[in-house]
């Protein structure tokens, strides 16, 4: 195995370089106030906050009633920013979420829509029709909205949860490769287990409609200190040969129509670091970049119409390619 050089040879002071610990410890206050509620899970409420400090989007996939608006909104509260919640459906108009030009006292204003917040929950993203999902490409990836001519910046930190249900397709719009490739991560969430559904039922049998009080951990200006820090994070050339190797490898993979972009490079790459100062590291080790591997790319590749037929999933055929490539040390 190849050998990686200590990480703490740099002849400064660890708290000099970069206060990981402050991460850290922001990162473990968020955690505490969403798991008031929310019961299991766990790796959702990780890689949202993972998509938090590297400046990412999510989007979560599962079926209805496994708490992935609910944990979004406590997700959003527990950061002392701006959130909103918009509900697309097949009536949607991009001026509906970006916003719209109003003729006032003799000329026009623009009337800024939901999008312009900093935590974004968008419902059901799928329901919309394609004119609105695309109008949302710009405000991902550019952080802004162009109107009329005029560009306006979206107020940072800014990040959009997006949902969709996997199994009602009845009414809906398929999101195309170019706005998926926008994502940081695609999430998977599964249905609790037994011992799950139990706590879930202690927690929340005998709780009113109310919603779940939630307690901000962090403010936003501290969401923007963390960010930076989550950049300076250090990754070692070998590293990032690893992570080249993992997304080159799609490319050419016989049961891969089409492998990842170099966008799944960057996302490996910035949620790495996210991963090892969630940890109190500043340094990315192997085990951040296959952590992160997966939920980056399992919406950034497309199987051969064969291998789809057969129920294979895009997860399984990435869980290979990472046990083929050797682990630097």
């Given amino acids: 195995m190849e050998e990686i050089s200590d990480p703490q040879d740099s002849g400064m002071p660890f708290g000099n370089r970069l206060p990981v610990e402050h991460i850290?410890?922001?990162?473990?206050?968020?955690?505490?106030?969403?798991?008031?509620?929310?019961?299991?899970?766990?790796?959702?409420?990780?890689?949202?906050?993972?998509?938090?400090?590297?400046?990412?989007?999510?989007?979560?996939?599962?079926?209805?009633?496994?708490?992935?608006?609910?944990?979004?909104?406590?997700?959003?509260?527990?950061?002392?920013?701006?959130?909103?919640r918009i509900q697309f459906t097949p009536d949607l108009m991009p001026a509906d979420v970006l916003g719209t030009s109003i003729f006032n006292s003799g000329e026009f204003e623009f009337r800024k829509g939901p999008i312009f917040s900093n935590i974004v929950l968008i419902d059901e993203i799928n329901r919309a029709p394609a004119k609105t999902q695309s109008a949302m490409f710009e405000v991902m990836e550019e952080r802004q909205v162009t109107m009329d001519g005029h560009t306006y910046p979206m107020a940072a930190p800014f990040m959009v949860l997006a949902t969709q249900n996997p199994i009602d397709s009845e009414g809906t719009y398929r999101l195309p490769e170019a706005q998926m490739d926008r994502f940081l991560f695609k999430i998977h969430l599964g249905l609790p287990n037994l011992e799950e559904e139990i706590m879930i039922l202690k927690n929340r049998g005998s709780e009113t409609e109310s919603e779940p009080t939630v307690v901000p951990a962090i403010s936003?200006?501290?969401?923007?200190?963390?960010?930076?820090?989550?950049?300076?994070?250090?990754?070692?050339?070998?590293?990032?040969?690893?992570?080249?190797?993992?997304?080159?490898?799609?490319?050419?993979?016989?049961?891969?129509?089409?492998?990842?972009?170099?966008?799944?490079?960057?996302?490996?790459?910035?949620?790495?670091?996210?991963?090892?100062?969630?940890?109190?590291?500043?340094?990315?080790?192997?085990?951040?970049?296959?952590?992160?591997?997966?939920?980056?790319?399992?919406?950034?590749?497309?199987?051969?119409?064969?291998?789809?037929?057969?129920?294979?999933?895009?997860?399984?055929?990435?869980?290979?390619?990472?046990?083929?490539?050797?682990?630097?040390?």
């Fill in 24 to 84: 850290a410890e922001g990162i473990e206050k968020i955690r505490g106030e969403i798991k008031k509620t929310i019961v299991g899970q766990n790796e959702m409420i990780e890689l949202m906050i993972v998509a938090l400090l590297s400046k990412g989007h999510i989007l979560l996939e599962g079926v209805p009633g496994i708490a992935k608006t609910l944990t979004s909104k406590l997700f959003a509260k527990s950061v002392d920013t701006g959130f909103s």
């Fill in 220 to 329: 936003g200006e501290e969401v923007l200190q963390f960010q930076e820090w989550t950049s300076s994070v250090r990754v070692e050339e070998k590293l990032l040969h690893y992570i080249a190797t993992m997304v080159v490898k799609t490319r050419n993979h016989p049961s891969l129509y089409a492998g990842a972009s170099p966008r799944a490079s960057l996302a490996i790459f910035r949620a790495s670091q996210a991963l090892a100062a969630m940890d109190g590291r500043d340094f990315v080790i192997p085990e951040d970049i296959k952590r992160a591997a997966i939920p980056a790319m399992r919406h950034r590749i497309i199987l051969n119409p064969e291998k789809e037929m057969e129920g294979i999933s895009p997860d399984l055929i990435l869980e290979g390619i990472i046990q083929s490539i050797e682990i630097p040390r």
